[in-house]
């Protein structure tokens, strides 16, 4: 069966940087791409970015640009998500996402747990 | 980026109501609109996908119409485990959207 496994929680000071990994297994992991949603506290979700675990292509939600990078290793077939010059707030929880569907349809399959980064001084 | 508005924000609804949640996108998305249930503390799941096909697993009581810009999705007998907050997706563009949620609470 498919999971995905996130990295635990994590406590940053505002302009540090945050990496959060998405470990997965029980599928081809090539095959499907994956999002980042993150969700601030008592508020609704918010999709960040994709990324093709197939050749790496990204792309990125527009209020991220410039301090966000997704990245993929095949090797370990882990996602990971690195957000830099935190702000208290991106105090939020931070779920990675695996992709479904295919050229009829495109949803968000299979969800990790969620990673909760706190930014604050 | 498309904006999708969901109404109502909540709604408290007894077992055994039918329930309709409805979503609006600011354009266009064809079929590509999917609805999400998540429940406190827990990550979102999803219910339906291109409009109104159901995920494997999920009650048949679960419902989603529309097309365009406006859909729906119902329950047509409200559960105990119904609880929680209804998200709409589209996925039309590259830039995905949700709504902004609605909560259901059973009375």
């Known amino acids: 069966q498919v999971q995905v496994v996130q990295s635990g929680a994590e406590v940053k000071k505002p302009g540090a940087s945050v990496k959060v990994s998405c470990k997965t297994s029980g599928y081809p992991f090539t095959k499907y791409g994956f999002s980042w949603v993150r969700q601030a506290p008592g508020q609704g979700l918010e999709w960040m970015g994709w990324?093709?675990?197939?050749?790496?292509?990204?792309n990125y939600a527009q209020k991220f640009q410039g301090r966000i990078t997704m990245t993929t290793d095949t090797s370990t077939t882990t996602a990971y998500m690195e957000l830099r010059s935190l702000r208290s707030d991106d105090t939020a929880v931070y779920y990675c996402?695996?992709?479904?569907?295919?050229?009829?349809?495109?949803?968000?399959?299979?969800w990790g747990q969620g990673t909760l980064v706190t930014v604050s001084s | 980026d498309i904006q999708m508005t969901q109404s109502p924000s909540s709604l408290s609804a007894s077992v055994g109501d039918r329930v309709t949640i409805t979503c609006r996108a600011s354009?266009?998305?064809?079929?590509?609109l999917n609805w999400y249930q998540q429940k406190p503390g827990k990550a979102p799941k999803l219910l339906m996908y291109a409009i109104s096909s159901l995920q494997t697993g999920v009650p048949s009581r679960f419902s989603g119409s529309g097309s365009g810009t406006d859909f729906t999705l119902t329950i047509s007998s409200l559960q105990p485990e119904d609880y929680g907050t209804y998200y709409c997706q589209q996925s039309y563009s590259t830039t995905k959207t949700f709504g902004q949620g609605t909560r259901v609470e059973i009375k």
């Open positions: 996402v695996r992709e479904g569907g295919d050229n009829t349809a495109y949803y968000f399959l299979y």
């Open positions: 354009q266009s998305i064809s079929r590509s």
């Open positions: 990324i093709s675990a197939y050749n790496g292509n990204t």
